[in-house]
C-alpha cells in the first residue's frame, strides 16, 4: 500500500506566486487532513475535509484554499504565496469521520512537502 | 489552540535507559493517541489508549492515561538510537462532530548509542 502520497516533497516559491499542493490516499479514508509544521509550533490545521465533498477551516487557514477532488484526493493551493508560508505541509487521513471514536481514528500521514518562499 | 502539550520539550538518554515525556490536556476527551516523527518525515501513529483504559502496553510502550488529572505518559523502555525522534499527543476534539486530530508541539527524544 502507498497509503498517504503527498506531491511535490520540495518547492521553492517567489512571494506572490501560487501553486498547489496535491495528496492522494488509496486506504478508502473518509477524512483527510492538511497540517503545517513549523520549529517550536509543533503541528497546526490548516484545513480538514471530513468527508468527501465537505471541507471546513481549521487553526490557520488564511492564505490558502483546499479542493476535495474525490474521496482519494485533497489538495491545498497557495494563491499568492508569502515568506510566512515558508513550512513543511503534511497531508493526513483517517478512516471515520463525525463522532465516531476508537481505533480507527488514528491518522496516517504523508511524508511531507517542504515549502519555502522568499 | 493545541490542546495536548508535550514536556519534556526535548529529552537525551543513553542507550538502554528508559524514555518518559508526558501529555497534558485541556478538556475532556474519548482517546489519546501518541505519534512519532522521524527526522524529515510524516507522523507514525504508535498507541491509542481510551478514556475509560488506565494503562497499555504495546511492545516497549507503555501508555498511562489520568484522566482526573488530564494527562498521559509515554514510556519507551530499554531505548534504542533508533528510537530517536519526536513525540507526539494528539487528543480528540472537546465536543462532538468529525474526528480531527489536535497535536502538540511534541517531545524530541535523542538516543546516544
Known amino acids: 500500500n502507498a497509503g498517504v502520497t503527498q506531491t511535490p516533497k520540495f518547492q521553492v516559491l517567489k512571494t506572490g506566486q501560487s501553486m498547489t499542493l496535491q495528496c492522494a490516499q488509496d486506504?478508502?479514508?473518509?477524512?483527510m487532513y492538511w497540517y503545517r509544521q513549523d520549529p517550536g509550533m509543533g503541528l497546526r490545521l490548516i484545513y480538514y475535509s471530513a468527508s468527501e465533498g465537505t471541507t471546513d477551516k481549521g487553526e490557520v487557514p488564511n492564505g490558502y484554499n483546499v479542493s476535495r477532488l474525490n474521496k482519494r484526493e485533497f489538495s491545498l493551493r497557495l494563491e499568492s504565496a508569502a515568506p510566512s508560508q515558508t513550512s513543511v505541509y503534511f497531508c493526513?487521513?483517517?478512516?471515520?469521520?463525525?463522532?465516531?471514536?476508537?481505533?480507527?481514528?488514528?491518522?496516517?500521514f504523508g511524508q511531507g512537502t517542504r515549502l519555502t518562499v522568499v | 489552540s493545541q490542546q495536548g502539550e508535550e514536556d519534556p520539550q526535548a529529552l537525551s538518554i543513553q542507550e538502554g535507559e528508559n524514555a518518559t515525556m508526558n501529555c497534558s490536556y485541556k478538556t475532556s476527551i474519548n482517546n489519546l493517541q501518541w505519534y512519532r516523527q522521524n527526522s524529515g518525515r510524516g507522523l507514525v501513529h504508535l498507541i491509542l489508549?481510551?478514556?475509560?483504559?488506565r494503562e497499555k502496553h504495546s511492545g516497549r510502550l507503555r501508555v498511562t492515561l489520568d484522566t482526573s488529572k488530564k494527562s498521559s505518559s509515554l514510556l519507551i523502555t530499554a531505548s534504542r538510537a533508533a528510537d530517536t525522534a519526536s513525540y507526539f499527543c494528539?487528543?480528540?476534539?472537546?465536543?462532538?462532530?468529525?474526528?480531527?486530530?489536535?497535536f502538540g508541539r511534541g517531545t524530541s527524544l535523542i538516543v546516544h548509542p
Open positions: 489508549i481510551r478514556s475509560n483504559e
Open positions: 486506504m478508502n479514508h473518509n477524512s
Open positions: 494528539a487528543t480528540d476534539p472537546p465536543s462532538g462532530g468529525s474526528y480531527i486530530p489536535t
Open positions: 493526513a487521513s483517517s478512516e471515520f469521520e463525525f463522532s465516531y471514536r476508537g481505533p480507527g481514528t488514528e491518522a496516517f
